[in-house]
């Protein structure tokens, strides 16, 4: 099973830049797909990124542009890099994993752009 932490959530203001980590752990033989999502209150869920196990990458049109996405497979840690934020990115962003063909979510981090 695998175990997901998330980390480097915080409140920065708008056109700073945060990037958040999420850590892998436990027993699993590969990790497919590692992906970011977000939630704002009072919204559903949303995709933001996603990276494939062989680099191959995704985004939200609303964050193409100013997010990328990365991983370190060696270290099982998918990265999210944030820059130009905005006010609407504010929302708890939550950690995706697929390995070896069962899905798993992290705790969430919470980001706030506000000045």
């Known amino acids: 099973q695998v175990r997901l932490v998330e980390s480097g959530g915080g409140l920065v203001q708008p056109g700073g830049s945060l990037r958040l980590s999420c850590a892998a752990s436990?027993?699993?033989?590969?990790?497919?797909?590692m992906g970011w999502y977000r939630q704002a209150p009072g919204k559903q869920r949303e995709f933001v990124a996603y990276?494939?196990?062989?680099?191959?990458?995704k985004y939200a049109d609303s964050v193409k542009g100013r997010f990328t996405i990365s991983r370190d497979n060696a270290k099982n840690t998918v990265y999210l890099q944030m820059n130009s934020l905005k006010p609407e990115d504010t929302a708890v962003y939550y950690c995706n994993a697929v390995a070896d063909s069962a899905t798993t979510w992290g705790q969430g981090t919470q980001v706030t752009v506000s000045s």
């Open positions: 990276i494939l196990d062989y680099g191959s990458t």
């Open positions: 436990g027993r699993f033989f590969s990790i497919n797909y």
